[in-house]
């Protein structure tokens, strides 16, 4: 019965920020297939492991967890299935540039080592606090905070980097 | 620096959102919602410990005892049936695996029947052996996920015709489908290829052909699906479907039609699954040596 409870809660919580987690795990995978992909096995991992899901008010960060631990697996399972020819990256990069207002900053971010990358990313672009990203990330606070601290640290330096090369 | 973060906002945000997003997330949630459901108390008791490996062998020995029950029953012959041999169960805290073996009974052809229980037993046991393998290895660098799940359906099964399915889906992350099918031909005992029911390899362009008519026309007729077919957007000529494989996944329905079979991701894009096409028998008219398996 408690179970019945526990699932409503999460379904909600799924609906309710299914946009979130798909920009989340696509800023891991960088196409729509896969982003796709990872939003559905999280969710059936997620609905499917319900029991281990301890604290119900803690559903949000739990779900979150689960795309992150799940985006985690795929790049590495990836990584040893297929590596990307020459080919592959151009016809995947090709449409993205575009987009891109400053290139170089979005490559800023994603040129930062995945610890400081993800707590710029859901501190910053999904709003959470400190503690929220804390319980996502499965880290003391302290620990985050640190290395949101460093993060900031290490977007500056590259920031300022970019230009006084080229004044150079 | 405040500029730059809300510039890297803008960009997270700006990703666009996917129409298929509201598809595969009622989806994901109704099947899992069905799958919940379908658990027994004992599985989910099983669950609840967790981190204890549980690792157990279900032999079940039903062959001959179901051989000699049936034999014993007046008027009914010999019934060609299809048993869970083995069943391998891995229930860890980030790690699970269910394996069931099929194994046919009752064929008279026995060297036939030893030869698809002996394929069964072996490719099983070689994806329990990858399973414990990738375990050791994940442990070692850490900590992941990793799920197998195997198993059988008896897709069609009638007074001519018995074709098993077999699937593996394997998750890790993002999963995989992997499915084989095996048909056999009841009364004389004989397990159909593909290439065989046709005269020449025509068939191979006949039954092309029209699965790239299916793909674009489902493809109209609901804009959430989507195949790599040439003419679709986005598709790269590498991997657009051409042609089927002289060998091509198949199976015969009940209503005696083919249907060809693809693997998650061979034609579609991984929210698609696996991919069935039932061919019409017209179609393949003119290539068919007989009408026995094909109607």
């Known amino acids: 019965m408690l179970n019945r409870k526990t699932e409503k809660l999460l379904t909600r919580c799924i609906r309710e920020h299914k946009e979130n987690v798909y920009r989340l795990a696509y800023s891991y995978v960088k196409n729509k297939e896969d982003a796709l992909d990872i939003v559905q096995d999280s969710i059936y991992k997620a609905m499917t492991n319900i029991e281990l899901l301890k604290n119900p008010e803690a559903v949000k960060s739990w779900f979150y967890r689960i795309v992150v631990n799940t985006a985690l697996d795929f790049l590495r399972r990836n990584k040893k299935v297929h590596p990307m020819d020459h080919e592959m990256i151009e016809a995947h990069s090709a449409g993205a540039e575009d987009v891109y207002t400053d290139i170089d900053l979005k490559r800023t971010l994603d040129a930062l080592p995945e610890k400081y990358r993800i707590v710029i990313v859901l501190r910053y672009f999904e709003d959470m606090k400190i503690d929220e990203v804390a319980a996502v990330l499965d880290e003391n606070v302290n620990t985050i905070k640190t290395r949101l601290y460093q993060a900031l640290q290490l977007l500056r330096v590259k920031m300022d980097d970019g230009p006084s090369k080229e004044i150079k | ?295």
């Open chain 2, 1 to 295: 620096m405040d500029n730059k973060m809300e510039q890297l906002r803008k960009d997270y945000t700006d990703v666009p959102i996917p129409e298929e997003l509201d598809m595969i997330v009622d989806g994901a949630i109704s099947q899992s919602l069905k799958a919940n459901r379908k658990r027994s108390p004992k599985y989910r008791w099983i669950a609840g410990v967790g981190a204890a490996a549980l690792i157990f062998l279900v032999t079940i020995n039903a062959s001959t005892t179901v051989a000699n029950a049936l034999s014993t029953i007046p008027g009914v012959g010999k019934i060609i049936k299809v048993l869970t041999l083995k069943e391998y169960v891995v229930e860890e805290n980030n790690y699970n695996a269910n394996i069931k073996v099929p194994a046919i009974t009752q064929l008279d052809n026995k060297e036939l029947e030893l030869g698809l229980n002996e394929k069964y037993m072996k490719e099983n046991k070689a994806l329990y052996d990858k399973f414990q393998a990738e375990i050791n290895d994940l442990k070692k660098m850490g900590d992941g996920h990793l799920g197998v799940d195997a198993g059988y359906e008896i897709k069609t099964d009638n007074d001519d015709i018995l074709s098993i399915e077999r699937y593996v889906v394997e998750s890790a992350g993002s999963s995989s489908e992997e499915l084989k099918f095996d048909t056999i031909d009841k009364r004389n005992q004989l397990l159909i290829t593909l290439p065989m029911l046709f005269k020449d390899d025509h068939y191979i362009d006949l039954i092309s052909a029209n699965i790239q008519e299916q793909m674009k026309a489902q493809m109209k007729a609901d804009p959430n699906k989507f195949y790599w077919v040439s003419g679709a957007a986005d598709v790269l000529p590498t991997d657009e479907f051409k042609a089927i494989k002289k060998d091509q996944s198949f199976y015969i329905n009940n209503d005696g039609k083919l249907v060809i079979v693809f693997n998650k991701y061979d034609v579609a894009p991984g929210y698609m699954g696996a991919a069935e096409f039932v061919i019409p028998s017209d179609v393949l008219k003119g290539d068919l040596v007989s009408h026995k398996y094909i109607k």
